[in-house]
DNA sequence: TCTGGGGTCCTAGGACCC
DNA sequence: TCTGGGGTCCTAGGACCC
């Protein structure tokens, strides 16, 4: 048997979890830029609020109704998710951080009578030492769990937290009132699709044969996709940590750029960024693109969009490297008159630091005081906060900057913004 | 005024190899 | 009359996930 452990509204509860007054309150969370609401909590599920609205047409409503709203905090998030997945870890070994806010655990050494017991220690445990509460559904499949793990989301009460998934006749009523939209691996498309012809839950889909997904339903993802519903694994559980392959760092923002200097500025602070994922991961980049747009919403201006990639003479993880080719590629893009609302940054053909290829032509040397640079500035910038030291061509005052204007202090990141007992810090 | 930011995997088809 | 059989690699685009 397999686990999906979910954590309920993360991002609404990672907020909670230092602000004890919000208990039983509604909350929404924002995406960068105040722009969309990304998260509710319970509370203001059922106000009515819905999830991935544009937040400009939800105020009026959020406001009458009285729900706090956060931007969101991205440095408390990705912090309480390391904690829930290290006491994860401390249960079980064979853990795979799927998102942010869920992990697949594998049970094949769980006794399945000891199943029920096994998981609600782990989510009593992760409650207790984090404050996040999670949902655990588990199956002999992860899209099976994946639906046990809703209906445990969708009948708390019922539930408590663990729902498990082994019997036929549970299993058959549990895809029976899944909608086929709700299934793990049918998105927008395909659960149009399949509406179409007829079928509309997860038990009409997993009745279908094999031959026919493999027609209709993307070749091998269909495939699986059934198998996956009649209990026969075909997704496995991956393999701790996945070195990414591609590596992005992209933003709105807060207001129009349309000097070359400030988007060159913008370009600079992402790739800065995406340099310092890179390192984390004990990569370099082969190749690297920037691209920025106009506003796509925007109807009354034309819509303008710029796309520059270049392949590098041999890959890098140097910073400083990486900003001047992105700088480079930006004054070939940009285009004056435009009013920009988005800008990013990708590196792709990641190679391992220590396998890096070099070019028969390059005619410089690497410079091994380079790479003890770039590390010292990530070692400091971990240690006192981000952006302690940073390039010069990132920009001092960056006006175009993401807007958060309801952002909640860094309770676990930030020396500063430390919880004190007793007395609210001003 | 105002609409997020990351990622992965798969397929089809073309170019090329012997 | 008649024109093989097997491969690999690459790219663009689609579909999906959170």
Redesign the pocket.
Known sequence: MKAIV?CNS?YASCEQVFRPDWKGKPIVVL??????I?ARNDEAKRLGIVM??????A?DEIKAKNITVCSSNYALYGDLSRRVMETLLYFNPEIEV?????AFLDLQSIPTNCLKNYATTVKDTVFQWTGIPVSIGIAATKTLA?VANRICKKQKAKHNGVFILSDVDEINEALDNTAI?D?????????K?LRFWGIDTALKLSKKDTAWA?KHL????GV?LINELNGIPCIEL?EGL???????????FG??VTTLSDLKEAIAT?TA??AE?LRLQESAAGAIQVFFRS????YAIPYHKNTQFSILSSATANTNELILEAQKLTEKGFQSGVAY??A?V?LFMLVPENAIQKNLFDTVEANPQVVKLNKTMDMLNRKLGRDTVKFASVGLTQDWK?RCEERSPEYTTKWKDLPRIGKRAK
């Open positions: 979910d993360f995406s960068n830029n105040d722009g969309c990304i991935g609205g544009p937040f400009f047409k105020k799927y998102s942010v806010d869920e994946k939209e299934i793990w691996g049918v998105g927008r498309n395909n659960s699709k493999k993307g070749g091998v993802v699986r991956g996945e070195i990414k392959k591609m590596i992005a760092s992209t933003r709105s207001k129009p992402y960024r995406a994922k506003d796509k919403f925007d609302k988005k990013g990708c993401t």
